[in-house]
């Protein structure tokens, strides 16, 4: 029994020097928090709170006991996670929890009575309210809520501040927390193996971690080199664009491109009025669907000679202009725009927390009948995106958010929410099923924050061999999202009924 206690304390120590190796530092007493990531950390609303909310549903059960110390052996050699912010008048500082427990950070949830059937509805109601519950910023931003029983499982709820990473950070974060994953190295290879980091899948590599090209991120942190050359760039594009992109002939080519596509950011068109904008209350629904099959999703998209992403951001489209028609809603030419997150980081990077992404504008055709016609026009819309600098251009603008007080912060911000229908995150998983502490993974369902007065975020996300939609909704705007998730599989079903009754012959 002894030995076992000081293995325990032992392997403990040992966790937390790896940790603060990774932080290139054993003395760690404060870091200042980046501009883009004191952005996020600022963007709190009534609202909107800024974190990343998921759910793994887990089976057989898990214990308590058995998470926190997975927890605690892997989450924490990420030094962000044993790190609370501290804020001033100039922006903030992470500094390291003197006083952690991991009994704060990962607690045991009781679910509403519910009749048997309705288990899945307490769930969505719970994760709903913890949404809208903040953290507190005496600790660590995050928590892990554990339903130890549900449905012959366990359903594990997080909440994790967009100030310590981004969706895309976290994916490999919990690669580190299944069972057999890889931990955070401490030196990342300039060269990884063929097929990507070595404990890493094949998903990760080829569909995920694709950023925009190497050009593109080199001009963005030209762009963002101090504060005066991150205004200049938004308020006077040309000469902060002739500034950041000089002695360079490759990012001098860009210069238009940049000029451009900032102005288009700027001045694009509000979005069609729907029952969807407007001002938001203070709680939310969420709701999601059982998967569809993602082999189906495939053959269509081969079918159509268009991408995956195609179809399912068109079903996206088809599932909104149902809901708003079953209303008496003319939709009728009417298209809704669609905030997409765009990874900027390389290979490299993959480790590192914090935020490093840009968002494109995504235009859903929601007026458009016809499930192929439909997907065409969405398939021409994602071409014409390809090569565009507008999610640097949101990242600039998030930086130099990052550098003004919070009135001005607001301001600013509030261009996307403006323009804004919905935040969406399309996230392509693993092929096969993931293990938590011995329980296989059987659905996993994340949502990023939506901002300012967004109402609406999708989540899209193929995981073991199924696609699955879920919505978060502002409950003023969107009270019954059930009512849309309902929509996806039918709007699918159409859609793959249409193209095997097409003339391929002819």
């Not at 994760?127 to 554990?146: E, S, T, V």
């Not at 904008?277 to 998967?291: D, F, L, N, T, Y």
């Not at 958010?401 to 996307?416: C, N, R, V």
Request: charged fraction near 20%; hydrophobic fraction near 45%; glycine fraction near 8%.
């Amino acid at each position: 029994m002894v030995t076992r206690i000081v293995a325990q304390k032992a392997a403990k120590k040992a966790t937390r020097q790896v940790a603060a190796a990774v932080n290139g530092t054993l003395g760690l007493t404060g870091e200042r928090m980046s501009k883009v990531d004191t952005a996020w950390l600022r963007m709190d609303s009534a609202a909107n709170l800024m974190m990343i909310v998921g759910v793994w549903i887990l089976k057989p059960g898990v214990s308590h006991k058995a998470v926190c110390e997975r927890i605690e052996d892997r989450l924490l050699r990420y030094p962000r996670f044993g790190q609370r912010v501290e804020q001033d008048a100039a922006g903030a500082t992470w500094v390291m929890d003197q006083d952690f427990d991991i009994k704060r950070h990962v607690v045991v949830e009781k679910l509403a009575h519910k009749s048997k059937g309705h288990e899945q509805q307490a769930l969505q109601d719970r994760l709903a309210a913890l949404a809208m519950q903040p953290l507190d910023m005496h600790y660590p931003l995050w928590q892990f809520h554990l339903v130890e029983h549900y449905q012959g499982g366990s359903a594990l709820m997080v909440r994790i501040h967009h100030c310590i990473a981004d969706g895309l950070a976290l994916v490999a974060v919990t690669q580190s927390l299944v069972d057999g994953g890889s931990l955070p190295p401490l030196h990342i290879p300039k060269h990884p193996p063929h097929g990507g980091l070595e404990g890493a899948e094949d998903w990760i590599a080829d569909t995920l971690i694709k950023p925009m090209t190497e050009v593109a991120v080199k001009a963005l942190d030209a762009a963002g080199h101090g504060a005066a050359n991150a205004l200049e760039m938004m308020t006077e594009p040309q000469k902060g664009v002739e500034k950041g992109l000089a002695g360079s002939v490759d990012l001098a080519k860009m210069a238009y491109q940049v000029i451009r596509d900032g102005a288009a950011l700027a001045l694009m068109p509000d979005d069609s009025h729907t029952r969807l904008k407007g001002i938001p209350g203070s709680s939310k629904r969420v709701a999601w669907c059982e998967p569809i099959p993602l082999e189906e999703v495939k053959a269509v998209s081969k079918a159509l000679n268009c991408s995956i992403n195609d179809v399912l951001l068109s079903c996206v489209a088809g599932a909104i202009g149902e809901y708003l028609r079953s209303f008496g809603d003319d939709t009728a030419g009417k298209e809704i725009r669609a905030m997409v997150p765009v990874n900027l980081r390389s290979l490299e990077d993959l480790y590192k927390l914090g935020n490093r992404f840009g968002l494109a504008p995504v235009v859903l055709p929601i007026g458009l009948d016809n499930p192929v016609e439909r997907v065409y026009e969405v398939r021409r819309r994602m071409r014409h995106m390809k090569g565009s600098m507008q999610p640097l251009m949101a990242y600039g603008l998030l930086a130099v958010a990052g550098l003004l007080i919070k009135p001005a912060q607001d301001a600013m911000l509030s261009l996307f929410s403006k323009k804004t229908t919905a935040v969406m995150t399309n996230v392509p998983g693993p092929r096969e099923k993931l293990k938590f502490c011995g329980a296989t993974m059987d659905q996993s369902l994340f949502w990023v924050p939506q901002s300012g007065t967004v109402g609406l975020g999708v989540s899209i996300l193929s995981y073991g061999g199924g696609v699955q939609f879920g919505i978060m909704s502002d409950a003023t705007l969107c009270p019954e999202p059930q009512k849309i998730i309902d929509e996806f599989e039918p709007e699918f079903a159409k859609l793959a009924m249409v193209t095997l009754m097409l003339p391929w012959g002819e």
